[in-house]
C-alpha cells in the first residue's frame, strides 16, 4: 500500500545529524509517497518518493568534517542491516 503526506515542512535541525556543511533555514516537501510492500515487508524494500522538495541552506563553518564519524556511522549502519537481514530469515525458516 502507498501512505501519502503532503505540504510537510522541514524543521531548520531536519539535517542536523548529517554533519553537512550548512544548516536547513526553511524547507518543504510538496508530496511524500511511500511504497510499503505489506506482504513481503522482509523481503523487499520501502520506496520514498519526493516531489516539490525546496531547501533555502545557510552555510555552517561550525561544523567540521570528522572521518572517524563517518566511519562508525557506516559501520553502525552496515550491522543494523545485518541483523535486519538476519531477524528476517530467522522468521522465514521459522515459518517453514
Excluded: C
Aim: net charge neutral; hydrophobic share 45%.
Amino acid at each position: 500500500g502507498d501512505a501519502v503526506l503532503e505540504n510537510l515542512v522541514l524543521k531548520e535541525n531536519a539535517l542536523s545529524e548529517l554533519d553537512v556543511p550548512f544548516k536547513v533555514k526553511v524547507g518543504h516537501i510538496g508530496k511524500l509517497t511511500l511504497k510499503i510492500p505489506w506482504k513481503n515487508l522482509y523481503k523487499e524494500a520501502v520506496i520514498a518518493s519526493l516531489e516539490g522538495v525546496y531547501l533555502l541552506v545557510v552555510p555552517s563553518a561550525s561544523i567540521k568534517y570528522d572521518a572517524e564519524k563517518e566511519e562508525k556511522q557506516q559501520l553502525e549502519l552496515k550491522q543494523r542491516e545485518l541483523r535486519r537481514i538476519e531477524e528476517a530469515m530467522m522468521k522465514a525458516a521459522e515459518r517453514g
